[in-house]
């Protein structure tokens, strides 16, 4: 039993290092989990302000003492996410630049052209590129 | 949603002209639905080769002179609300609070998603227009106001929350002068807001 343990462990471990998975969720996803995690603090305290410019936020801390601690955890846990996606999604290219001349020499950028050549590429392209393209929601 | 990505891509391309003429009248069916990803990124991809030139200021002002004027607003027969009608577009439901432009944590999600979309290579380089309807309960110039601040809250929030460049985003309040359903003016099915795709950058 032990050793089937340790023989599953050991497989989930490599199944974890052989696939990637994203590193950040997608921007619905986000907004998603703000309204399960928050959506009844903000309600009950936030009524009266907007999400945009931190104004939620903002009002969930200061009502921090009633507001469930998962629910601030969530929210600076998606707040963290957005930041990645967006800055994976600014950076995807340069970090594909290799994969993009080695695949998809000639193609021109616009229309999602590039973007469409890796994505057909993907079995090939390097390891960095396939993972910001996953965490630029790309892929 | 990389397979929606080659068909607006193709149809952006190649069949522009049929595919915009198509693409309103399909998703004003929807309209009232949640759109998922992929056809919140179909709808604003078909763009014209030849974008015409509207911007929020010039809707603002039409709707504005409509209702000091007390006249109707044209939109039906109106060079820009043809104009309108051909660019790519989707229309979506924010909840609001009562008569207020405080975005319901409900509709957290379907910004989000139309973050996820305008953030996307194929429309990261084009501009959008975010036009607020309301229904015909309560006065036009109210309504007018209410629906130009919704459509403020949501441009400030695809920009501050999801990172959509302010550049890229305008913001116009019809009111109630764009009704969905004229013959059932303050069916809530006119409450609505539409994205519009109005050019590259």
Redesign the interface.
């Given at each position: 039993m032990k050793k089937q343990a340790i023989g599953l462990a050991a497989l989930l471990l490599l199944g974890t290092a052989a696939t990637t998975s994203a590193q950040t969720v997608?921007?619905?996803?986000?907004?998603?989990v703000?309204?399960r995690s928050?959506?009844p603090s903000?309600?009950r305290f936030c009524?009266?302000?907007?999400?945009?410019?931190?104004q939620v936020r903002q009002c969930l801390q200061q009502h921090q003492d009633q507001v469930p601690s998962a629910c601030i955890m969530d929210y600076d846990r998606v707040t963290a996410s957005?930041?990645k996606r967006?800055q994976a999604?600014q950076g995807a290219f340069k970090v594909c630049n290799a994969s993009i001349r080695e695949y998809c020499p000639g193609v021109k950028f616009?229309?999602?052209?590039?973007?469409?050549c890796l994505?057909t590429a993907r079995k090939v392209v390097g390891a960095s590129c396939k993972q910001a393209l996953l965490d630029a929601?790309?892929? | 949603m990389r397979q929606t990505t080659r068909l607006a891509a193709r149809l952006a391309r190649g069949a522009a002209v049929a595919a915009v003429l198509a693409c309103p009248l399909t998703l004003e069916a929807r309209a009232q639905t949640n759109l998922n990803n992929a056809q919140i990124l179909q709808g604003l991809t078909q763009a014209t080769d030849d974008e015409p030139a509207i911007t929020a200021r010039i809707l603002r002002q039409m709707a504005q002179q409509a209702v000091a004027n007390n006249v109707p607003l044209t939109t039906d027969k109106s060079t820009i609300a043809q104009k309108l009608d051909n660019l790519a577009q989707i229309t979506v439901q924010i909840q609001f609070a009562l008569n207020s432009a405080i975005i319901r944590p409900e509709s957290y999600a379907t910004i989000g998603s139309i973050a996820d979309a305008l953030h996307h290579p194929i429309l990261v380089g084009y501009r959008f227009l975010v036009v607020g309807n309301t229904d015909a309960t309560g006065s036009r110039k109210h309504n007018l106001e209410l629906s130009q601040q919704r459509a403020d809250a949501i441009v400030e929030a695809l920009a501050t929350v999801y990172g959509v460049a302010p550049a890229r985003l305008e913001a116009a309040g019809l009111g109630q002068e764009a009704l969905q359903t004229p013959n059932d003016p303050t069916n809530p099915v006119n409450r609505r807001v539409q994205i519009f795709n109005i050019g590259r950058q």
């Open positions: 997608s921007f619905a996803e986000a907004g998603a703000i309204a928050c959506g903000i309600e009524s009266k302000v907007n999400i945009g410019n931190g957005i930041a967006l999604q616009g229309d999602a052209n590039v973007l469409d994505l929601g790309w892929q | -």
